[in-house]
T-cell receptor, first 115, second 115 residues
Framework: DQQVKQNSPSLSVQEGRISILNCDYT??????FLWYKKYPAEGPTFLIS?????DKNEDGRFTVFLNKSAKHLSLHIVPSQPGDSAVYFC??????????????FGKGTKLSVIP | DTGVSQDPRHKITKRGQNVTFRCDPI?????LYWYRQTLGQGPEFLTY????????KSRLLSDRFSAERPKGSFSTLEIQRTEQGDSAMYLC?????????????FGQGTRLTVV
């Protein structure tokens, strides 16, 4: 049973427009969420995170929104650039108290930004 | 470069052979993780160390897998009697323990091919 779901395997966006990547989760114990970007033949690179006590976190062109009641988060990239083309992974962990520090990942969404 | 370093980057081995991978985490990080990623999937958690203590192991980590982190610095992951199903990218990550959530930084991975 997949606890973190990224239902869109791929997304194409025109350069300069907004990219919206979505992620749903089922485990209500998750309290920390992260987005990673991965280029081919490289390890995932941390992008942005959000704690469950917040509903928005912004870092430059990247904003993550968390809707706890819907168990949904999204990553917005504005404006999108060709260098953003990569696979984006949503990840979650349940760190509260003596919780686990392992990350549970979705299957990823391949973003293509078209010049 | 002070990022997470993994060696080797690629390993081709015959079925039944033993292989060992090494991970050097970011020097001040006391948490170290091993993940496995297969084609079309997100990384899957294998095991986690805090300093030299192995605190969590996934059910994915069969008896043929063993991980160590002597002295709480570098870590090794050994796979005995390799099978074709072990072919995957093996990722190491590290993070800094703190009072809040901290993101994990990944190495570039070791790609294992079992023939």
């Amino acid at each position: 049973d997949q606890q973190v779901k990224q239902n869109s395997p791929s997304l194409s966006v025109q350069e300069g427009r907004i990219s919206i990547l979505n992620c749903d989760y089922t485990n209500s114990m998750f309290d920390y969420f992260l987005w990673y970007k991965k280029y081919p033949a490289e390890g995932p690179t941390f992008l942005i995170s959000i704690s469950s006590i917040k509903d928005k976190n912004e870092d430059g062109r990247f904003t993550v929104f968390l809707n706890k009641s819907a168990k949904h988060l999204s990553l917005h990239i504005v404006p999108s650039q060709p260098g953003d083309s990569a696979v984006y992974f949503c990840a979650a962990s349940a760190n509260s108290g003596a919780g686990s520090y392992q990350l549970t990942f979705g299957k990823g969404t391949k973003l293509s930004v078209i010049p | 470069d002070t990022g997470v370093s993994q060696d080797p980057r690629h390993k081709i081995t015959k079925r039944g052979q033993n292989v060992t991978f090494r991970c050097d985490p970011i020097s001040e990080h006391n948490r170290l993780y091993w993940y496995r990623q297969t084609l079309g999937q997100g990384p899957e958690f294998l095991t986690y160390f805090q300093n030299e203590a192995q605190l969590e192991k996934s059910r994915l980590l069969s008896d043929r897998f063993s991980a160590e982190r002597p002295k709480g610095s570098f870590s090794t992951l050994e796979i005995q009697r390799t099978e074709q199903g072990d072919s995957a990218m093996y990722l190491c990550a590290s993070s800094l323990a703190g009072t809040g959530n901290t993101e994990a930084f990944f190495g570039q991975g070791t790609r294992l091919t079992v023939v």
